[in-house]
């Protein structure tokens, strides 16, 4: 189980499948940009695939009505990485 779920205090027990399936991606592809963006020199259409698919995992989460507990890894994800903060300022 990844571990952004498990301090988010939400049961897994909780989700049916492909609810779980998908918060699970949408975690593995926030921490991949987290990777990605501390390295020098990764390219920027590298991100911008992740990040793509991000937004397309987001919203299977809000078709699966588990919108609110995606939200909640997005946000908590961009409070813990500097990054982010510097790729909405420049969007």
């Known amino acids: 189980m990844d571990r ?3 301090r988010s205090g939400s049961s897994t027990d909780r989700y049916s499948p492909p609810q779980l399936f998908f918060l699970l991606r949408l975690s593995r592809l926030l921490r991949l940009k987290r990777q990605y963006s501390a390295m020098p020199h990764t ?3 590298l991100l911008e695939m992740i990040n793509k698919a991000m937004y397309s995992t987001f919203l299977d989460c809000c078709a699966l009505e588990v919108g609110d507990d995606a939200r909640e890894l ?5 409070s813990q990485d500097p990054a982010s903060a510097h790729d909405s300022t420049n969007s």
């Open 74 to 78: 997005v946000e908590r994800n961009s």
């Open 4 to 6: 952004s779920l498990r």
């Open 43 to 45: 390219e920027k259409y």
